[in-house]
């Protein structure tokens, strides 16, 4: 059984970047691809982007493009999302989940808390 | 980019309900359509695939139909863990957009 599990709850200034970890275990890392998805408090969810677990290959969404990169660390089975010129709009729940063949999301992280606030 | 709708937006229902759900993409997206169960404060949980394929594990009152542009998700005889908001997301092309989803509460 698949797992990814995230990590912990960061506050962040306006201005600043946070970087967020996703680490997976039960299954082999570079035979996915890996999305990340957020929500914004009381909102739905919003698709972020992609990265390959096989050659860290990505796909961003168009409203994050310069602001968004998204890595893989195939030693430690982990992918990163690092997220800069962060906004207050940027607050969210951000969510890993690991893509099943030909794209649906089988398994999600737990959700990490990104708080922007000055 | 292909734009997903949810309708109804909310809706209330008893135990034992059966409820439909109906999820509409922009253009064609060739049964390439997920659907997920988010449960306030959880992440959010696969019920089915390709459209109508239920996920291992999930309760077979969850079924999906639907072809083209036009999807619905149907649960029968609801059960108070079924009091959750739903969300289709179609992954034919990037971005792999979510609809807005659909809270269902109890009536």
């Known amino acids: 059984q698949g797992q990814l599990v995230q990590s912990g709850p960061e506050v962040k200034k306006p201005g600043a970047s946070v970087k967020v970890s996703c680490k997976a275990s039960g299954y082999k890392f570079t035979s996915y691809g890996l999305t990340w998805v957020r929500q914004a408090p009381g909102q739905g969810l919003e698709w972020l982007g992609r990265v390959s677990g096989y050659n860290g290959n990505t796909n961003y969404a168009q409203k994050l493009q310069g602001r968004v990169t998204m890595t893989i660390d195939t030693s430690t089975s982990t992918a990163y999302m690092d997220l800069r010129s962060l906004r207050s709009d940027d607050t969210a729940v951000y969510y890993c989940?690991?893509?099943?063949?030909?794209?649906?999301?089988?398994?999600w992280g737990q959700g990490t808390v990104v708080t922007v606030s000055s | 980019d292909i734009q997903m709708t949810q309708s109804p937006s909310s809706l209330s229902a008893s135990v034992g309900d059966s409820v439909t759900i109906t999820c509409r993409a922009s253009?064609?997206?060739?049964?390439?359509l997920a659907w997920y169960q988010q449960i306030p404060g959880k992440a959010p949980k696969l019920l089915l695939y390709a459209a109508s394929r239920l996920e291992s594990g999930v309760p077979s009152r969850f079924s999906g139909s639907g072809s083209g542009t036009d999807y619905t998700l149907t649960i029968s005889s609801l059960q108070p863990e079924d009091f959750a908001t739903y969300y289709c997301?179609?992954?034919?092309?990037?971005?792999?957009?979510f609809g807005p989803g659909t809270r269902v509460d109890i009536k």
């Open positions: 253009q064609d997206i060739r049964n390439s």
């Open positions: 997301q179609q992954y034919y092309n990037t971005p792999q957009a």
């Open positions: 989940a690991r893509i099943a063949l030909a794209g649906w999301l089988d398994y």
